[in-house]
């Protein structure tokens, strides 16, 4: 009788055939295996059996036995057993494992082909995953989220070379920026024509910023432009192009919303210079007046226009549309005042930087959010609110010089109930603010949040306990230090216009004036925090006051300073030590701060100065 079929070994075996008298068995009823003649039990019978490399079986059932193979088992056990019936195993073997001979028998050879069958196809894969374009394989609302993360308009036409696929990606983004300063020369490279002036450097840039704008709005768009981003600059002896593009996009309906800023490319803030800007942006929009319909965002840069009736036409008679406008060193003449009363109007952002306008007074803009005023460069106070009945979120910042006057916030801030976010900057410099505190209740009755932001790193900080005092309501308080060594060289901070020194607060507790109400204060958030005196007694004044106080924050100031790092390569340490990063440091903070502080606020260390 011959056999054949496979065995546990995974190899035909003609078992019968090749054993031939080299294996026989007895009919004895205890199943005792014969091999030339002798039985053997235990050690003999492997041996035995590994000599003549076949797999014999009892005839009878009862006395059948599992023999293993005498060579180890495969590792294979890295590889999850599939089932059965998996669909990944040939039928004609799957039909064959069924058996119930070999599910016994051929477990662990199923566990090889499977592993073996995987690690074929893993190779294949990796193979054509070699030849193929992963990123390619990708959906196209990813690719295009991709491309508009790029931001920079002449590398996403760069991708148009990659494959077919990519060639007509950047025109279906529905929001894409166009900036003139991409297409200028990188400062320190070779390419840089020495003899050319400031002048052909930029009309180079403007030929390549006109070529790749029309490429992108002349082309018909198989999707609406929802948001365009544009920088770029105006010259009285340079053909504008963008101009006549826009419009005839905004008229056909394929750009929704225009995001525009004029830039000054002299970057100059002398008079005549200013008035020729204004000028520049107001021929502008009376060439092309189709772009004001969906005007939406505007940036002007070093812009004077010559009477305070010609900005009012242009900001909120011309563009209806305006939601924000930001204002860098425009003004409507020299240590003027602006008085803004636009009933009509849709801003909602005002952002007011580096002017030379005596006061902007708000007389009337019923839709208005956020107001941020940065860098008045006149003493006295800058802003006056008037009918303002959406404002919730209001910005004060500057670097106090010697002459700048100090003044109540609390004259800026009458008539406005609905402020829930105030930001007050200094700089590292002098407070501007006259010491008060009752007086603010009125303004502060919504206030949600409160930030100081740049208060010099030697100065006492229990000042604020005043303006949390007006504030009840606050549920956020954050704080930030301000360190620049760049500033303490005599190079970097001008002693004639700052002084020698730093005038410290004038603040103290105001002992007659306490709040009436509970502190709702749930955060304190601490930026640039260090290890000095003044600042862990600021911590434990607020932890005392603040019942209801969850968090409180202590972070490092990670924010880079170019000057710093330019001036210093390594950095000098900084005052009053560095922030406690080791957990051992950190316990001794957590002692100075909680010690006779009756308080159930968790204390968290954090080196991320992002809020």
């Not at 959906?139 to 996403?156: C, E, H, K, T």
């Not at 609110?385 to 100090?406: K, W």
């Not at 949040?449 to 949390?468: A, P, Q, R, Y």
Request: hydrophobic residues 40%; aromatic residues 8%; positive net charge.
């Amino acid at each position: 009788m011959c056999r054949v079929g496979p065995g546990p070994f995974g190899v035909c075996q003609a078992w019968a055939c090749r054993a031939g008298p080299l294996a026989s068995q007895s009919n004895t009823l205890d199943g005792k295996w014969t091999v030339n003649g002798s039985t053997s039990d235990g050690e003999t019978r492997k041996h035995q059996l590994t000599q003549a490399s076949v797999l014999l079986r009892p005839r009878r059932k009862r006395a059948r036995r599992r023999l293993r193979p005498t060579n180890p088992r495969p590792r294979v056990s890295r590889i999850p057993p599939l089932p059965i019936d998996s669909p990944s195993i040939p039928r004609s073997r799957r039909a064959s494992w069924c058996t119930k001979k070999s599910r016994a028998l051929g477990l662990w050879h199923h566990r090889l082909v499977v592993y073996r069958s995987m690690a074929s196809i893993n190779v294949h894969n990796h193979e054509e995953a070699e030849d193929e374009d992963r990123l390619s394989l990708l959906p196209d609302d990813i690719l295009l989220s991709i491309l508009w993360r790029v931001g920079n308009v002449a590398m996403v036409a760069r991708t148009r070379v990659l494959s077919k696929r990519w060639n007509n990606l950047p025109w279906l983004l529905q929001e894409f920026n166009l900036d003139v300063e991409d297409f200028l020369p990188i400062e320190g490279e070779d390419n840089i024509d020495p003899a050319l002036s400031l002048t052909e450097i930029v009309d180079q840039a403007m030929a390549s910023f006109d070529k790749a704008s029309r490429s992108f709005l002349a082309a018909p768009h198989t999707t609406t432009i929802t948001r365009l981003s544009l920088q770029i600059f105006l010259a009285a002896s340079r053909r504008c192009h963008i101009g006549p593009l826009l419009c005839d996009a905004i008229d056909s309906g394929r750009l929704v919303d225009l995001d525009l800023a004029i830039l000054d490319e002299k970057h100059s803030t002398e008079h005549a210079d200013m008035l020729q800007q204004a000028l520049l942006v107001d021929g502008f929009f009376s060439a092309y007046p189709g772009v004001l319909h969906c005007l939406t965002i505007l940036f002007l840069k070093n812009a004077r226009f010559a009477t305070e009736h010609d900005i009012n036409h242009l900001l909120f008679e011309c563009c209806k549309q305006l939601e924000q406008l930001c204002l860098s060193c425009c003004d409507a003449g020299y240590r003027s005042v602006w008085r803004i009363d636009a009933p009509n109007s849709n801003l909602r952002v005002l952002d007011l930087r580096f002017s030379h306008l005596e006061r902007l007074e708000v007389l009337c803009l019923p839709k208005l959010e956020r107001l941020h005023v940065d860098s008045w460069l006149h003493s006295g106070s800058p802003l006056r609110i008037g009918s303002v009945p959406s404002l919730t979120e209001l910005s004060l910042t500057c670097a106090a010089t010697l002459a700048h006057r100090e003044f109540y916030l609390s004259e800026i801030l009458h008539g406005t109930t609905s402020i829930h976010t105030l930001t007050l900057g200094f700089r590292g410099e002098k407070i501007w603010m006259q010491p008060e505190g009752k007086r603010l209740c009125p303004a502060f009755n919504k206030l949600k949040k409160l930030s100081i932001d740049g208060i010099f790193v030697e100065f006492d900080m229990l000042w604020t306990i005043n303006l949390l005092e007006a504030a009840p309501s606050v549920e956020i308080f954050s704080v930030k230090i301000w360190e620049h060594r760049c500033q303490d060289d005599g190079l970097g901070r001008l002693e004639l216009i700052y002084g020698r020194e730093r005038k410290k607060p004038s603040w103290n507790l105001l002992s007659g004036f306490t709040s009436s109400e509970k502190w709702q204060l749930q955060e304190l958030q601490f930026v640039g925090f260090r290890p000095l005196e003044q600042q862990i007694l600021f911590v434990r004044a607020v932890m005392k006051r603040a019942p209801n106080l969850k968090t409180v924050l202590l972070m490092e100031d990670v924010e880079r300073c170019e000057r710093c790092e330019f001036m210093y390569r390594v950095p000098p340490p900084p005052k009053g030590g560095i922030f406690p990063r080791d957990k051992d440091e950190q316990a001794i903070i957590v002692k100075k701060l909680t010690e006779g502080v009756n308080s159930l606020a968790q204390i968290v260390f954090s080196n991320n100065s992002a809020i």
